[in-house]
Structures are given as structure tokens and as C-alpha cells.
């Protein structure tokens, strides 16, 4: 048996002794102090000979009736891990303490409140079952296993608050918000009022989707579309695939010039419909027409309307909001030919338009997603903001033109790219892969 000696743990532990003293005041005698201090250095002591024994597991069992705060100075000092500290939450209206992990039922004609410690209240709608899974200081968890959950939630700057709905993660950090998730038709439904979340998971894209105020998703998992949607008395605005939140100017903006000195279409011609935009939406022996089946989320069947009219001939003749409209369609029923082809005639027949720029934004989506061609999203994703350089969509079209630099070997690119990226967003969703590269 070796002998003990002073190490600089014992040390340590000494000066930590002390600072438990004094935190405990005044407390027992003066001889009572010290012979408990020469109690705990002698069972230290003893403690460290044995193998396996550290001096610190020692110290914990004596000082059992210390403090917290003294406990995790230790614990900082040793590497021990404190335990998160609780966020009490109270479910109902006669709020009952609630219990992490236990399933909250609204019955038909109810609601049911759930409040946490800090002020966020999240409440359950008639026919709804939610559970609380983690609720800490540091991360809120809440699964919403069907039903409708409302939001409203007091951001502090360290907690994370997170709803899961079947695949779907809506994270959040202070906002107010719905969740609507039907289980039986994998359908999710997101509506932000104040604030933003980042919707992931299930058939969206791996970066996820911001969404901010005033803007409703709505994805389905079962035919893969996704929209987002204004809340209120706007445009309904679609979105072109999995993780594009789009927000499209509908005349030009200072910033945008026509390509190759082509003059803008405005007017009656853009904005009116056609002979072929009339003849696409009306119905010819009691059946719908291709606008129709898209306006009804019936994209398949929409494009394959289309089909039979004519795709040459609808998108040279379609005015530009419908010929938007079979875009998305074709995009939603993975005809990434068909898309293609709408989106160029976007540009090519209505150049220096939000709607064109933002048809090169969904045509390097196509080409990274569809056709694995990180070289020609690079250049869409280039032209996108050539073109809008503000634009809604410049934060994900900067993250994915530096995505495709890198996955097309231009590395010092890639790495440029990343560092204009975290100097506008450092919290943003491509924030780690910008990070990633730097690292490279």
C-alpha cells in the first residue's frame, strides 16, 4: 500500500472544503469544524489508496449537507455532469403538477392548457393527445401525437423548445404558433403568427423550412408536396419543393434587369390570360381542367391534363401566374422534365420578374435534388442572386450555392461562400455546414 500524499486534487478539495463552510454560515462549533475537517482529509486519504477510489467520491458522501451551488463547483472541477434543472410545467385549468412523459388528452368540446414555469403556455384543442417528454431549464420537449397544439412560448435565450408531430421536428426559440398534425393522412400543418420556427424532418429538405409570421405550411407525406401560404388576405404563395420559402415580387425590382436587354412584359399580355390560359381552365364535358386538379392538390393528375392539351403549348401561351402554377405542379408530381421546362419559360418569357428570378432558384433545387448536378446549381443558385440579391429566398440560395461549391470540388469557392454566409446569418440553417467547410 502506497502512502498518501498531498496532491493538488487534495488540494483542490481542501479549498473547496472551505468554501462549503462557508457557504453552510456559522453552523456547528469550532471544535466541532475541525474535527470534521480532520474526519474528511482521513477518509480522503484512506479513500484514494483503495483502487478505483478517487478522493472525490469520498468528499461527496461527507458533504452530503452541503450546498447545491458548492456540489457544482465540485462537479465542474472533476468533470461531473450537474443535473438539468427542472422547468416545472402544470397541465388543465385546475393545473395539476404535471409529469414529463405522461400522455394529455382533450376530450371532444375541451381544451387543455399546459403552462410552464417561465411563462410559456401551450394549449391542446378538442380531440388532441400531447406529452411532455423533457422539460428543463435547457430543452423543452413535447411530442403532439394528433390533433391541433397552439403556442405561445417566452423565449429566454438558452431553453429549446421543440414540437414533434410524427417525422416532423417544429423547433422554436421564442414565438406563438399551431401545430396541426394528422396521423392518419401524414399531414402537418404549421401557422406562425409572432416570431419564427424551423420546420424539419419528414419529405422536407434536410436544412428544413424557416418560417416566419403571418406565413401557414402545409406538408403532406404521403404525395410528398409541400406549400407555404400566407396566413391572411395575400396571394396564396406555393412553394416549389421540399424547403423553399418563397415570397415572389410580382412587378420588377430596382435590383432585377432583364437578361441580354430583353424588355419586361407587363401589362395585359403577362398579367391576363390567354386563349390558351382560357381554354386550360375551363372544364370540356364536365371534367376538370389541368388548373383545376392543381388548385385542388391533385398535381399528377393535373400534369397529366396538361399533357393531353399540350405542355409545348401551354407554356408558350399560359400567362405567367399559370404558367407558374404547372411549375409546381410538375414539381410537386416529380415530372422534374415538365418543371424544367415551365421554369425556363418563366425566365425566358418573363425576365427581370420575382417570379423569374425565382424560377432559377427552384431550377438549381431541381438540380442538386433531381439531377445531382451540383455544378449547374452552382449556377442557378449564382444567377438567383445575381438577380435578387435581397430577395426572401437569398439566405437558402447563398447556403446551397456554398453546398454545391463544395460538393462540386471548388473548395476555396465553397469556402468563401461560407464565410459571406456566417457573416449575414450566423444563426442560420446552413450556420454548422458553413462551419464544416471552414474546418475543411
Keep these: 500500500m502506497r502512502n498518501w500524499k498531498m496532491s493538488d486534487e487534495m488540494k483542490i478539495l481542501e479549498r473547496v472544503g472551505e468554501r462549503v463552510a462557508g457557504d453552510l454560515g456559522d453552523g456547528p462549533s469550532a471544535d466541532r469544524r475541525e474535527a470534521q475537517k480532520r474526519a474528511f482529509v482521513s477518509l480522503a486519504a484512506s479513500g484514494a489508496s483503495r483502487r478505483g477510489h478517487r478522493p472525490i467520491l469520498v468528499f461527496v458522501g461527507v458533504a452530503a449537507a ?15 455532469e450537474p443535473e438539468e434543472k427542472p422547468m416545472p410545467f402544470w397541465v388543465g385549468e385546475g393545473e395539476e403538477i404535471g409529469s414529463a412523459g405522461k400522455w394529455v388528452h382533450a376530450r371532444p ?26 422539460s428543463t431549464q435547457e430543452k423543452v420537449d413535447v411530442n403532439l401525437s394528433t390533433g391541433k397544439l397552439k403556442a405561445d412560448i417566452k423565449g429566454n435565450g438558452k431553453t429549446e423548445w421543440a414540437v414533434n408531430a410524427g417525422p416532423y421536428k417544429v423547433s422554436v426559440l421564442g ?36 418560417l416566419e409570421a403571418g406565413k401557414r405550411l402545409v406538408a403532406n407525406g404521403l404525395d410528398g408536396s409541400v406549400a407555404v401560404e400566407a ?22 425590382s430596382a435590383s432585377t434587369t432583364p437578361r441580354d436587354g430583353a424588355a419586361v412584359v407587363a401589362g ?6 390567354s386563349a390558351v390560359g382560357r381554354k386550360a381552365a375551363s372544364s370540356e364535358k364536365g371534367t376538370p381542367s389541368w388548373l383545376d386538379l392543381a388548385e385542388e392538390r391533385d398535381y399528377a393528375g393535373a400534369v397529366s ?20 402554377k404547372l411549375a409546381n405542379a410538375a414539381r410537386y408530381a416529380r415530372r422534374p422534365m415538365v418543371s424544367s421546362k415551365a421554369y425556363t419559360a418563366v425566365r425566358d418569357r418573363f425576365p427581370g420578374t420575382g417570379k423569374a428570378a425565382t424560377a432559377a432558384f427552384m431550377l438549381g433545387r431541381m438540380a442538386i435534388d433531381d439531377k445531382a448536378s451540383p455544378e449547374a446549381a452552382r449556377k442557378w443558385f449564382s444567377i438567383y442572386l445575381d438577380e435578387a440579391p435581397g430577395g426572401p429566398l437569398a439566405e437558402e440560395a447563398l447556403g446551397r450555392l456554398m453546398d454545391a461549391c463544395d460538393k462540386s470540388g471548388r473548395g476555396e469557392e465553397a469556402k468563401r461562400k461560407a464565410r459571406v454566409y456566417l457573416s449575414r446569418y450566423q444563426d442560420g440553417i446552413f450556420a454548422k455546414l458553413a462551419e464544416s467547410i471552414l474546418q475543411q
Excluded at 452541503?66 to 461531473?80: I, N, R, T, Y
Excluded at 391542446?124 to 417528454?133: D, F, I, K, T
Excluded at 409572432?194 to 436544412?207: F, P, W
Design 175 to 210: 414565438t406563438e404558433f399551431r401545430v396541426d398534425w394528422n396521423a392518419s393522412t401524414s399531414t402537418l400543418e404549421v401557422a406562425v403568427t409572432r416570431g419564427k420556427v424551423l420546420v424539419q424532418g419528414g419529405n422536407l429538405s434536410e436544412y428544413g423550412i424557416k
Design 109 to 134: 368540446g375541451d381544451e387543455v392548457p399546459i403552462r410552464f414555469d417561465n411563462g410559456s403556455r401551450m394549449e391542446l384543442e378538442e380531440q388532441s393527445a400531447a406529452r411532455v417528454v423533457e
Design 231 to 252: 396566413i391572411r388576405d395575400r396571394e396564396l404563395q406555393v412553394v416549389a419543393g421540399a424547403g423553399a420559402v418563397e415570397e415572389v415580387a410580382e412587378e420588377p
Design 305 to 324: 391534363a396538361a399533357e393531353e392539351e399540350g405542355i409545348d403549348a401551354l407554356v408558350e401561351g399560359l400567362p405567367r401566374d399559370d404558367l407558374w
Design 66 to 80: 452541503a450546498s447545491v451551488a458548492a456540489l457544482l463547483v465540485v462537479g465542474a472541477l472533476f468533470g461531473v
Design 268 to 273: 395585359p399580355v403577362a398579367q391576363g390570360r
